[in-house]
């Protein structure tokens, strides 16, 4: 080959044609992507470090069933020592929940590789993804507030640095220097919903892909708050006024959908307990031979600490990455490519 040939490119050319990835990939638009990551992440950074929070380093990516998110039939399995069953984490929440209430300041982010097994390669879903994750002692409208800086400072950190690599995907920088976000509760969102396109939505209803797409047209970027509480994670809060509801929120991106997830943490030890135990998470996790002991670590802290009313959340930063860049498919939006029908 000649001298001048990269080594990515040497190694496509030597694969079968049926196996090559797009991973290896030198593609002008891979290489936007790329670089467009590395502006997103500084942007996401600078806005957590200009505002006091601690990074936590080399957490957990072999984790017990407490790393699972919502959904634990899409954990990923692996073989741990004398036949005990580990998991690949989905989030580091948990364990990052307990640091808020120890370490000077109370604000934590952590980046961490999360993996899902999504049984569809589509342009929505991956399965192995990046997840920014912050917690701070505070409540629901602060870490709003902390959402929309540190979506809004990625997105102004790729208009700065990356014009040549947006115009590649047809997008103005000057759209994305200075983002705002706007709130709604669910109950709004479904009345709005049921008005333009959705007269069968009712309140309960999770909102999947296409409310939230309707939702972003009418509206933009946004936050939907307040969702019924038989649809979210077990430890979400509920609203003072109204218990039917947890002190949580979405953040919906145009064409990428739900790009974050957020919440008040309930922080009172035998409110938590009750709300694990009759949780449909734990069902899914005792019909996989997970037991609720499993949870004692986390249920025991809150137990045996005074533990002050907290909140975080985790962005999926391939979704922020599809909203900036502009695109309809994920897959065009990741500098690793990791689903079913792909992987390097």
């Known amino acids: ?88 984490p989905q989030s580091n929440q948990l ?30 879903r991956l399965a192995q993804f990046s997840l920014f994750e912050i917690e701070h002692i505070g409540d629901l409208d602060e870490l709003l507030g902390h959402l929309s800086g540190i979506v809004a400072s990625a997105a102004r950190q790729v208009s700065q640095d990356c014009a040549k690599e947006l115009e590649l995907f047809g997008r103005n920088p000057a759209d994305l220097s200075n983002l705002t976000f706007k709130r709604m509760t669910y109950a709004d969102s479904v009345e709005l919903l049921k008005t333009n396109g959705f007269p069968d939505l009712q309140w309960g209803d999770d909102l999947g892909a296409e409310e939230e797409g309707r939702l972003t047209e009418l509206m933009g970027p946004m936050f939907v708050t307040h969702y019924p509480a038989d649809i979210k994670f077990f430890n979400m809060r509920n609203n003072d006024d109204d218990p039917r509801v947890v002190n949580s929120s979405d953040l919906l991106l145009p064409l990428a959908g739900e790009s974050a997830g957020s919440a008040e943490r309930e922080f009172d030890a035998e409110k938590l307990r009750h709300k694990l135990e009759t949780s449909s998470m734990l069902e899914g996790l005792l019909r996989q031979g997970m037991k609720l002991s499993d949870f004692d670590w986390y249920l025991d802290f809150h137990k045996e600490n005074e533990v002050k009313l907290h909140s975080g959340a985790g962005v999926g930063m391939a979704r922020v990455a599809q909203f900036i860049l502009g695109q309809t498919d994920i897959r065009d939006c990741v500098p690793f490519l990791i689903n079913r029908d792909n992987v390097i």
């Open 1 to 88: 080959m000649n001298d001048t040939t990269t080594l990515a490119q040497q190694m496509v050319a030597a694969a079968p044609a049926a196996t090559r990835n797009v991973n290896l990939s030198t593609d002008p638009k891979r290489m936007a992507v790329i670089k467009v990551w590395d502006a997103m992440f500084r942007g996401a950074r600078k806005y957590v470090e200009a505002e006091g929070f601690i990074g936590i380093h080399n957490m957990p990516h072999i984790v017990g069933v407490t790393g699972a998110c919502e959904n634990t039939d899409t954990l990923f399995t692996i073989d741990w020592y004398d036949g005990r069953k580990m998991f690949l």
């Open 95 to 124: 364990y990052i929940e307990m640091l808020t209430q120890a370490i000077g300041g109370g604000r934590v982010y952590g980046e961490i590789q999360s993996f899902r097994k999504e049984m569809k390669a589509d342009g929505r």
